[in-house]
């Protein structure tokens, strides 16, 4: 057994074919971006800033070359390059946060950023860093799940793998955007103090982290569209924040001239005739300041060379809308070895009873039941499947322009059979209707594996989607009669193990059927899916996933729902995901953070050293493998603030990942400041570190707390 991370072999092969790094610093940048936008025209500098018409250039988005400055290509997404052959289908983002590993995180980064820049891509859309306010919400999978700190570790980790290799990440989308339905013209409000201590969290740890795009979203926020509204883009994100880089609108999310350039917007994507002739008249007419057009085009070329863009990127190689293999450069190099470390690593383990996982040689007669356990060409057909809009085997992404093409996707059924061998004799059936098959099949079984799943996506319109659900998921179920499927499967076979793909929190009626003895959830894990789910179930891999999100009892539990108003509020506040449930005392089925492991683990003294004039926490605790098998554990750091702060219980402020082999003892340290202590201060504007009695709680999950120790500012 191993410890899943990306191998030592992987991490130098990256190293030895890594490009240029980005080391300039944004004042570097400027100093070189600023004479260079000098010698432009003003119908120049409006081209930098302004997209082609879709479906007119290589990549989703170009803008306009002239003689000073080349177009820059925008390419989906953030999992892959999409629209292309010959790359890497990785996990999703929130299957990518629950490894709770920043170093594999980091990883993904860079294999992202250097396929983009192998296709020749300037500018790569993504990450997303979203939340799933409501579990239902059809692109949480894209983002990374319902915590605000672990999203701002996650989406830091990731700009700064995609930008170490030289392109420009985009963090997206901004702001309030965590819903698909009436997603171009709804209005959502959040208070000052929600906004800035959840919702902006991650995007203030993107800027702390270099980024060099945000993309602004498409609802609207308190009335005003996002892409023209003075408050979150000028005052909030490039004077509070001191955003260097620049503004993109989100595709068709300009809605106005001299409103959206004056109020922060520095690129409209694409070209619908807002930016372009349009710009030009209103800095002709006075209506736009020239120097606010310099600063639009000095941010986008400033972020160009901060990325070192200028020393031999490679030419696009995209060939638009309508791709073409021919020719198409192959960019995957060892990165599917990578996408199957990550994808076993981040593999949730719920339950194991009676020690029914791993997998041993004396489990020689199995059962593969459901739909999900298989592959299907339909996966691959853009043609009859747009957007990767349909559900008919196992599920590896959700769909929209956030998915990627595959080369190869490796079935469950398939690694299982790989990694088995001859002496194990298997019964399939992939029918989930026809529950009296598969009880039968079940029944050959010394063990049944059944399978399911739940999926959502972008509301993209028509094609976009698959059974009546266009975006947003209708129901927390699971499809295509999966829950049934599991209850017949459980009723036949007293040895039975669920495996769950989804975007998200799914209900489990039946996790507490006797008969059930494990639950497995690999969330989205990409092309790899069947060799790393092997590589979990045989034990070559020890679980150490934990759930980015909170599994509810019940649908009714969770805070927030999907709104189809024109106008709504986020009334839960700060109490998103598993604070709600923590404040509003509600058992969930899986807590925020769960997840198991083939061996045990025990901490010891918590030890927390408190320096309140530099406002500087350190904490450590030692933690011993007390079990058979080498293992890793997410240790987690809890902080509860003085009750007068008005916060939630508790909140995630640090995690680590730690291998330990059997018997031995690792030591796991933290240390907290200002960013981790402070609240958002409305009347001041300020974040401040509030007086009284701090907690720190140390431990395996949100509910699994094994020591604290208290402090006072």
Same mark, same amino acid.
């Given at each position: 057994?191993?410890?899943?991370?990306?191998?030592?072999?992987?991490?130098?092969?990256?190293?030895?074919?890594?490009?240029?790094?980005?080391?300039?610093?944004?004042?570097?940048?400027?100093?070189?971006?600023?004479?260079?936008?000098?010698?432009?025209?003003?119908?120049?500098?409006?081209?930098?800033? #302004?997209?082609? #018409?879709?479906?007119?250039?290589?990549?989703?988005?170009?803008?306009?070359?002239?003689?000073?400055?080349?177009?820059?290509?925008?390419?989906?997404?953030?999992?892959?390059?999409?629209?292309?052959?010959?790359?890497?289908?990785?996990?999703?983002?929130?299957?990518?946060?629950?490894?709770?590993?920043?170093?594999?995180?980091?990883?993904?980064?860079?294999?992202?950023?250097?396929?983009?820049?192998?296709?020749?891509? *300037?500018? $790569?859309?993504?990450?997303?860093?979203?939340?799933?306010?409501?579990?239902?919400?059809?692109?949480?999978?894209?983002?990374?799940?319902?915590?605000?700190?672990?999203?701002?570790?996650?989406?830091?980790?990731?700009?700064?793998?995609?930008?170490?290799?030289?392109?420009?990440?985009?963090?997206?989308? &901004?702001?309030?955007?965590?819903?698909?339905?009436?997603?171009?013209?709804?209005?959502?409000?959040?208070?000052?103090?929600?906004?800035?201590?959840?919702?902006?969290?991650?995007?203030?740890?993107?800027?702390?982290?270099?980024?060099?795009?945000?993309?602004?979203?498409?609802?609207?926020?308190?009335?005003?569209?996002?892409?023209?509204?003075?408050?979150?883009?000028?005052?909030?994100?490039?004077?509070?924040?001191?955003?260097?880089?620049?503004?993109?609108?989100?595709?068709?999310?300009?809605?106005?001239?001299?409103?959206?350039?004056?109020? =922060?917007?520095?690129?409209?994507?694409?070209?619908?005739?807002?930016? =372009?002739?349009?710009? %030009?008249?209103?800095?002709?007419?006075?209506?736009?300041?020239?120097?606010?057009?310099?600063?639009?085009?000095?941010? %986008?070329?400033?972020?160009?060379?901060?990325?070192?863009?200028?020393?031999?990127?490679?030419?696009?190689?995209?060939?638009?809308?309508?791709?073409?293999?021919?020719?198409?450069? *192959?960019?995957?190099?060892?990165?599917?070895?990578?996408?199957?470390?990550?994808?076993?690593?981040?593999?949730? @383990?719920?339950?194991?009873?009676?020690?029914?996982?791993?997998?041993?040689?004396?489990?020689?007669?199995?059962?593969?039941? =459901?739909?999900?356990?298989?592959?299907?060409?339909?996966?691959?057909?853009?043609?009859?499947?747009?957007?990767?809009?349909?559900?008919?085997?196992?599920?590896?992404?959700?769909?929209?322009?956030?998915?990627?093409?595959?080369?190869?996707?490796?079935?469950?059924?398939?690694?299982?059979?790989?990694?088995?061998?001859?002496?194990?004799?298997?019964?399939?059936?992939?029918?989930?209707?026809?529950?009296?098959?598969?009880?039968?099949?079940?029944?050959?079984?010394?063990?049944?594996?059944?399978?399911?799943?739940?999926?959502?996506?972008?509301?993209?319109?028509?094609?976009?989607?698959?059974?009546?659900?266009?975006?947003?998921?209708?129901?927390?179920?699971?499809?295509?009669?999966?829950?049934?499927?599991?209850?017949?499967?459980?009723?036949?076979?007293?040895?039975?193990?669920?495996?769950?793909?989804?975007?998200?929190?799914?209900?489990?009626?039946?996790?507490?059927?006797?008969?059930?003895?494990?639950?497995? &959830?690999?969330?989205?894990?990409?092309?790899?899916?069947?060799?790393?789910?092997?590589?979990?179930?045989?034990?070559?891999?020890?679980?150490?996933?934990?759930?980015?999100?909170? %599994?509810?009892?019940?649908?009714?539990? &969770?805070?927030?729902?999907?709104?189809?108003?024109?106008?709504?509020?986020?009334?839960?506040?700060?109490?998103?995901?598993?604070?709600?449930?923590?404040?509003?005392?509600?058992?969930? $089925?899986?807590?925020?953070?769960?997840?198991?492991?083939?061996?045990?683990?025990?901490?010891?003294?918590?030890?927390?050293?408190? *320096?309140?004039?530099?406002?500087?926490?350190?904490?450590?605790?030692?933690?011993?493998?007390?079990?058979?098998?080498?293992?890793?554990?997410?240790?987690?750091?809890?902080?509860?603030?003085?009750?007068?702060?008005?916060?939630?219980?508790?909140? @995630?402020?640090?995690?680590?990942?730690?291998?330990?082999?059997?018997?031995?003892?690792?030591?796991?340290?933290?240390?907290?400041?200002?960013?981790?202590?402070? %609240?958002?201060?409305?009347?001041?504007?300020?974040?401040?570190?509030?007086?009284?009695?701090?907690?720190?709680?140390?431990?395996?999950?949100?509910?699994? @707390?094994?020591?604290?120790?208290?402090?006072?500012?």
């Amino acid at each position: 057994m191993h410890i899943p991370s990306i191998t030592a072999a992987s991490v130098l092969l990256m190293q030895m074919v890594s490009l240029a790094a980005a080391e300039r610093s944004w004042d570097d940048a400027y100093a070189l971006a600023k004479p260079l936008v000098k010698k432009m025209t003003v119908k120049q500098k409006v081209g930098v800033s #302004t997209g082609k #018409t879709f479906g007119d250039s290589l990549c989703v988005g170009n803008t306009f070359e002239n003689s000073h400055f080349g177009s820059l290509c925008m390419q989906d997404g953030p999992l892959s390059v999409r629209l292309a052959y010959n790359v890497t289908a990785g996990v999703a983002g929130v299957t990518a946060s629950a490894s709770f590993d920043k170093d594999a995180i980091r990883q993904r980064g860079e294999m992202m950023g250097e396929e983009f820049r192998g296709k020749g891509v *300037n500018v $790569q859309l993504g990450p997303a860093m979203n939340f799933m306010r409501s579990p239902e919400g059809g692109r949480g999978w894209e983002s990374f799940g319902e915590c605000e700190f672990l999203t701002g570790v996650a989406a830091s980790e990731t700009i700064k793998g995609i930008q170490s290799k030289g392109v420009i990440a985009t963090a997206k989308h &901004y702001i309030l955007n965590d819903q698909e339905t009436n997603r171009m013209n709804s209005s959502v409000s959040a208070d000052d103090r929600t906004l800035h201590e959840i919702y902006l969290w991650p995007f203030a740890r993107s800027v702390e982290a270099g980024v060099g795009a945000i993309m602004c979203s498409y609802n609207l926020v308190n009335g005003t569209h996002a892409c023209e509204d003075d408050h979150t883009l000028n005052k909030i994100l490039k004077d509070e924040l001191d955003f260097k880089g620049f503004v993109m609108s989100d595709w068709w999310g300009t809605h106005s001239t001299a409103k959206a350039a004056n109020n =922060g917007l520095d690129m409209e994507m694409p070209g619908t005739g807002f930016f =372009g002739d349009q710009l %030009i008249q209103a800095v002709n007419n006075g209506s736009v300041p020239e120097t606010r057009l310099d600063d639009m085009t000095t941010r %986008i070329v400033a972020a160009w060379f901060k990325m070192e863009q200028d020393k031999g990127f490679p030419k696009t190689t995209l060939t638009g809308q309508t791709m073409n293999a021919t020719g198409s450069i *192959n960019v995957r190099k060892n990165h599917p070895e990578m996408a199957r470390a990550l994808a076993a690593g981040a593999t949730v @383990l719920l339950k194991n009873e009676d020690e029914a996982l791993p997998l041993s040689s004396k489990d020689n007669s199995i059962s593969i039941i =459901g739909s999900d356990a298989f592959y299907d060409p339909l996966m691959n057909d853009v043609k009859n499947c747009p957007y990767y809009g349909c559900d008919p085997a196992t599920l590896v992404q959700g769909w929209g322009s956030g998915s990627t093409t595959y080369v190869d996707v490796i079935a469950p059924v398939d690694g299982l059979k790989a990694r088995a061998g001859k002496n194990v004799k298997f019964h399939t059936y992939r029918d989930n209707w026809d529950l009296k098959g598969a009880k039968e099949v079940a029944e050959q079984g010394k063990i049944a594996i059944v399978f399911a799943n739940a999926d959502s996506g972008e509301d993209i319109g028509t094609g976009s989607g698959t059974s009546g659900v266009t975006g947003d998921r209708h129901n927390l179920t699971l499809w295509n009669n999966g829950d049934n499927l599991i209850q017949t499967v459980a009723d036949a076979n007293k040895n039975t193990i669920v495996v769950v793909h989804s975007v998200g929190a799914v209900l489990m009626p039946w996790a507490d059927h006797p008969n059930i003895k494990a639950i497995v &959830y690999p969330g989205l894990p990409g092309e790899q899916s069947g060799n790393a789910l092997a590589d979990i179930l045989y034990g070559d891999v020890n679980p150490s996933g934990r759930l980015p999100y909170t %599994i509810a009892k019940k649908a009714s539990d &969770y805070p927030a729902k999907i709104s189809s108003a024109a106008s709504y509020s986020y009334t839960e506040k700060l109490l998103m995901g598993f604070k709600w449930f923590d404040a509003k005392k509600i058992e969930p $089925q899986f807590p925020f953070g769960f997840g198991l492991s083939y061996t045990s683990f025990e901490y010891g003294k918590f030890k927390v050293h408190a *320096n309140t004039k530099k406002s500087q926490i350190k904490a450590s605790v030692q933690v011993m493998n007390t079990g058979k098998v080498a293992g890793a554990e997410i240790v987690q750091l809890y902080v509860s603030f003085p009750k007068s702060a008005g916060e939630p219980p508790k909140l @995630l402020r640090g995690f680590e990942k730690v291998m330990i082999k059997p018997g031995h003892k690792e030591t796991v340290n933290f240390e907290l400041a200002k960013t981790e202590l402070s %609240i958002w201060d409305v009347a001041s504007q300020k974040w401040v570190i509030p007086h009284g009695q701090f907690t720190l709680h140390v431990g395996a999950s949100s509910r699994d @707390l094994k020591q604290s120790v208290s402090f006072s500012f």
